[in-house]
């Protein structure tokens, strides 16, 4: 199952991140030169252990080019990249800033943001995804949008969507049902917001490439979180939460590839060992409540 994790940057290549302790796991200061040492290293520590799928986003503040520093031809040649646009960072690398990041999926963003993602990562990434797609982005009705989407498809990069927010399966549904150049997707699936399921299914069983994000909800389900239900649950099993979480996405049969979002050493060491404990089902929430949860993180 540890073949099947991958490594994303959301939490390394900028200084803020609405992760649980997120100010607690980065070096004081919080300097580009600490991340990028710090991201190279959980980079290797992931490389080493196999791990061999690798995830950033434009917004990630200088994740494709701290990605991009430490790829090699001949590790580029082994391993997988996925990119995303849409979304343009810009906290100017303070973790205190009111606004951290603006989504546009406009044509224009997207010819913005193409060369970019080409210079920072020193070539192209095997996978590009709209970031954030929800119900109300414009770019599934765009047909000049995705007219140039599937130039890039045709190119040889699998373009797709990433989704967010309570309605991911509406919104995936959607793309699916439309003559899109679209072929992968990233959802949000964990063991407590497990909606996007069905839907991610359908489009695994359509030939999509399938990437779990979030699978530990942004820390509400690691031992950061405190004495939850969910940790208890952990704990009598005697597993590590954050294992326990990964190992329940990495079960799913559409999943792909599911990303450790870790920003430590040992967190990554515990997100490769995933583990299984029985039904999880216990713990589902609504949808609109987990969203609205996960909308109170403060960026720290």
Known sequence: MTSRIGLGLAALGRPGYINLGHDQDLPPGREIDDLRLRTHELLEQAWAAGVRYFDAARSYGLAETFLGEWLTPERRSRLTVGSKWGYTYVADWRHDAETHEVKDHSLATFERQ???????LGGRPD?????????????????????RLRELADSGVRVG????????????????????????????????????????????????????????????????????????????????????AIGAAAAQQWADVVLS???????LESNLAPALAGPLDEFIQEPYEYWSERSALPWI
């Open 161 to 244: 969507l990433s989704t967010s927010g309570p309605r991911q399966a509406e919104t995936l549904r959607r793309a699916l049902s439309l003559e899109t150049p679209f072929t992968a997707v990233q959802s949000t699936w964990n063991v407590l917001e497990t909606s996007a399921g069905a839907a991610l299914a359908e489009a695994h069983d359509a030939g999509w490439f399938v990437v779990v994000k979030e699978a530990v909800a942004n820390g509400r389900l690691t031992a950061r979180a405190g004495g939850t239900s969910f940790n208890a649950f952990a704990a009598q099993h005697g597993v590590a939460p954050d294992s326990l």
């Open 127 to 147: 996978f590009y995804l709209v970031h954030s797609l929800t119900a109300d982005s414009p770019a599934l009705d765009d047909a000049k949008l995705l007219d």
């Open 114 to 120: 193409w060369p970019e993602t080409l210079q920072a």
């Open 261 to 267: 979002g870790a920003t430590t050493a040992g967190q």
